[in-house]
């Protein structure tokens, strides 16, 4: 079994600033791809960034020279510092890890989601 596990989101004003955190812990032979993902109401379900386990980044048009993904020293975790946030980017945030177990299989696991609401 894999958990991946989020946190820090919450309400913040318009052109704040909010960090992501997330976690994977369990059967975890090593981590390929770790990213997140959002979805608003009503909206498919889009990539923010992602980052490989050699660190090569990936990020979504809108946020680009805004937010910043990042990975821990044990491969195992994820943060998004996110700066000058706008109200389009309300939505809930998603961690989603590509993990490679002991069996030899790679499989996709997402976390609960975490609100993150820009508003005045």
């Known amino acids: 079994q894999v958990q991946v596990v989020e946190s820090g989101g919450g309400l913040v004003q318009p052109g704040g600033s909010l960090r992501l955190s997330c976690a994977a812990s369990g059967d975890i032979v090593s981590i390929n791809n770790m990213g997140w993902w959002r979805q608003a109401p009503g909206s498919q379900r889009e990539l923010v960034a992602d980052?490989?386990?050699?660190?090569?980044?990936n990020y979504g048009d809108s946020v680009q020279g805004r937010f910043t993904i990042s990975k821990g020293d044990a491969g195992n975790s994820v943060y998004l510092q996110m700066n000058s946030l706008k109200p389009e980017d309300t939505a809930v945030y998603y961690c989603h890890a590509f993990v490679l177990r002991s069996s030899w299989s790679e499989d996709d696991y997402w976390g609960q989601g975490t609100q993150v609401t820009v508003s005045s």
């Open positions: 980052i490989t386990g050699g660190g090569s980044t």
